[in-house]
């Protein structure tokens, strides 16, 4: 049985669980002691009870290791992700031109896709963009995904409240977009249908994502997809997934984020660098090859003996040490047929 959200169940079967990651025990502020407390009842023993245990980087490895003192590591099996929008349409030309008039997009603009959660960091991106305005004489527009004028009914609220929260920091937004006098220059464009997601990376100028905590970052995979320049937070497993294909700052710091959206905005070199190592970067993630790899997860922890390749990738973190994903590409390359 695999659970692969947060949920967990007590079965007489072998279990696999995915915790994801344990930022309620860095961020408790950014929760309800209501989802505290079961995140708590739940994550510790699901790691413990479940046979396997996969998450997505060896910092949540090391982390869940840590944290639950979980008495065999070799329990928790790092798969790393791919980018998900390899699995739509690529976006014509007359697609991208729609979706610019659809949001009504600035000419040139950066771009966070994320929920308005506390943890995604909205308020210090702000005060980025005001320091550039008011200091430096740039106005950067910054487009987001997401909805911060509508919350949800309260029947959600009563049956999820985690929303409460996020429904307060809602209104923190609001007050900071009009503090800073950027109620004009961030634009909130809802929740956006993936078929025009491709084509809002493609037009966007960089993807800034200040967020304070991930176990890794679907939204970098979409922008090396697309060609759109990273830049993100030195924070978590973020480095290691990014290396040489994205731009790191401190997100605490405004000034820090500040100075790498100037850079990204208006070196044009230094974005086609980016994008020519964001291509190389992308041959390390493959969706057939993180599919086999819980395969071979689900043969280990049924019991079934494991062919060469299934140990192969379990022995494999090819986000840490991409220079196996080469050597791999060669062997492939050069078996016949």
Known sequence: MHFPTQEYT?????????????????????????????RETVCP???????????????VKEDVTQQYGIASPGKIQVIPEAPPTLLTREPSVDDVARIRKRYSLPERFIF??????????HLRLFEALAHLRDHRGMVVPLVCTGAIHQDPPA??????PAELHAASHRSK????????????QVHFVGFVPEEDLRGLYRLARCLVLPTLFEANSLPIFEAWVDGTPVACSNVTALPEQVMDAGLIFDPFDPIAIADTIARLFTDDDLCEQLRTNARQRLNDFDWVRTAKAYRAIYRRTAGQQLSEDDRRLLEWDWMRDPVRVVASQRSDDQKPG
């Not at 994320?114 to 995604?120: E, T």
């Not at 937004?173 to 004009?184: C, G, S, Y």
């Open 10 to 38: 007590l079965c007489a079967v072998p279990s696999v669980y995915n915790p994801h990651d344990l930022q309620h025990l860095h961020y408790p502020q950014f929760f309800t002691p209501g989802h505290v407390a079961w």
């Open 45 to 59: 023993a699901a790691c413990h009870i479940a046979k396997a245990v996969i998450v997505n980087s060896q910092w």
């Open 112 to 121: 966070y896709p994320a929920v308005a959660w506390p943890h995604k960091n």
């Open 155 to 160: 029947s959600a609220l009563r049956a999820r």
């Open 173 to 184: 937004i609001k007050a900071q977009l009009a503090r800073l006098d950027l109620v004009d």
